[in-house]
């Protein structure tokens, strides 16, 4: 158990549609990463946090948005839903935010856009 | 731009056999990290080393072990006596150095290693 929990685990919804998934970072943790992983795309950053503070974004579309809150915890919010974002998000936490940290990773949660 | 190369998609062994997954990057840094997860049939991703560019010494753990070659910009994986327990996808990540953009990583495409008894 990597101490870092995504809900919910499964989210099937409709095009159009928004979403929120949510990660509780390790206790502790200051940084919070979200990535998307897709067939097609392979495993892709989309954005980090670091103690409230976006930090730095990635290949992430603008109908796409996060935060995170004073408790550490995010949100990862997706609107205008489409079948492409069908994918599996993980959120990620490590305790700064060195670009030499090793990242404990949720179990995901796995979108599918019918 | 970085990028990162596995060019074994799928790789499939009996047991007790050795097995090295590819990984080969790019980067316009001098200064870099390379990282190794594991993603088993559970889903989540498990860290399993890193590396910084000015330290080439192979490293093992257990049965794995690791070769940085920075001339050649790679950073081989080695199972060795591979288990039905190793099946999983594995990743090659590298790490942009930026300070504002913490452990920002650059994956391969993956490589599934089934480990068959």
């Known amino acids: 158990d990597s101490g870092v929990t995504q809900t919910p685990k499964h989210l099937i919804t409709a095009t159009g549609q928004r979403v929120t998934l949510r990660c509780s970072p390790r206790s502790g943790d200051l940084s919070v990463y979200w990535y998307q992983q897709s067939l097609d795309q392979g495993l892709q950053f989309l954005i980090h946090y670091y103690n409230g503070e976006e930090r730095a974004k990635g290949n992430i579309l603008e109908r796409f948005s996060a935060q995170q809150f004073p408790d550490l915890h995010s949100e990862l919010n997706l609107s205008s839903l489409e079948l492409g974002d069908s994918a599996l998000y993980f959120c990620a936490s490590s305790l700064d935010r060195r670009a030499n940290e090793k990242l404990f990773f949720g179990s995901g949660t796995q979108l599918s856009v019918l | 731009a970085q990028k990162v190369t596995q060019a074994q998609t799928e790789i499939s062994v009996v047991e007790k056999e050795d097995v090295t997954l590819d990984c080969v990057y790019e980067?316009?840094?001098?200064?870099?990290?390379l990282f190794w997860y594991k993603q088993p049939p559970s889903g989540e991703l498990v860290f399993l080393i890193r590396r910084n560019s000015f330290d080439e010494q192979n490293e093992i753990s257990g049965r794995y072990s690791w070769n940085f070659q920075k001339s050649t910009s790679s950073f081989n994986f080695t199972i060795t006596a591979s288990q039905v327990v190793d099946s999983a996808v594995y990743f090659c990540a590298l790490s942009d150095l930026s300070e504002t953009s913490g452990s920002r990583l650059t994956f391969g495409e993956g490589t599934q290693l089934t480990v068959n008894p």
């Open positions: 980067t316009r840094d001098t200064t870099y990290y």
